[in-house]
T-cell receptor, first 113, second 114 residues
Framework: NAGVTQTPKFRVLKTGQSMTLLCAQD?????MYWYRQDPGMGLRLIHY???????AKGEVPDGYNVSRLKKQNFLLGLESAAPSQTSVYFC????????????FGPGTRLTVL | GNSVTQMEGPVTLSEEAFLTINCTYT??????LFWYVQYPGEGLQLLLK?????DKGSNKGFEATYRKETTSFHLEKGSVQVSDSAVYFC?????????????FGSGTRLQVQP
């Protein structure tokens, strides 16, 4: 049981470049989430999904897009990266939609120059 | 909206010292409360939780009691170890703009010296 995995672990982009972060979970969870973690600000929700084929905006969705084509995968895309998107990105999943424990991946550290 | 306030860090303690990390919250309805821990280079993992008033969550020697009257969920441990060095996040789960959402505090870094 790998839990929640994320690729890549680190990435450096130039302003305007695009990339996709991949999250995969093997726990058959319906709910999946993308957060960003910035110093002194805790975790903020970017987008989330309540099941395969669904996505919804979180607290800070601007500049990001997501897709959930398969239940086990949740992709986060940056179409035109900006320095303000330099952050650590965490994917999480859970069974009950926020009532109980969320399971987190190890994170992706992204730097936009 | 919902919010969580934690004491700022870093908190630096000697091994075997007593730990308290304060956490207070604002939420509508009846939130569930959590403490997550993040070890260096890793994602967050659940440390303990409480789902109703006066519940005490406990795990690995850590404890926190859900105090509705003071809207608090302070984390305590009687004797910390070097291996407890990590960032601790207080969080709540409650309805926010029509859906169940997890709201995190800003995190408190704990450094335990031998």
């Amino acid at each position: 049981n790998a839990g929640v995995t994320q690729t890549p672990k680190f990435r450096v982009l130039k302003t305007g470049q695009s990339m996709t972060l991949l999250c995969a979970q093997d726990m058959n969870h319906e709910y999946m989430y993308w957060y960003r973690q910035d110093p002194g600000m805790g975790l903020r929700l970017i987008h989330y999904s309540v099941g395969e084929g669904t996505t919804a905006k979180g607290e800070v969705p601007d500049g990001y897009n997501v897709s959930r084509l398969k239940k086990q995968n949740f992709l986060l895309g940056l179409e035109s990266a900006a320095p303000s998107q330099t952050s650590v990105y965490f994917c999480a999943s859970d069974l009950t939609g926020g009532y109980n424990e969320q399971f987190f991946g190890p994170g992706t550290r992204l730097t936009v120059l | 909206g919902n919010s969580v306030t934690q004491m700022e860090g870093p908190v630096t303690l000697s091994e075997e010292a007593f730990l308290t990390i304060n956490c207070t919250y604002t939420a509508t309805g009846y939130p569930s409360l959590f403490w997550y821990v993040q070890y260096p280079g890793e994602g967050l993992q659940l440390l303990l939780k409480a789902t109703k008033a006066d519940d005490k969550g406990s795990n690995k020697g850590f404890e926190a009691t859900y105090r509705k009257e003071t809207t608090s969920f302070h984390l305590e441990k009687g004797s910390v170890q070097v291996s407890d060095s990590a960032v601790y996040f207080c969080a709540l789960s409650a309805l926010d703009t029509g859906r169940r959402a997890l709201t995190f505090g800003s995190g408190t870094r704990l450094q335990v010296q031998p």
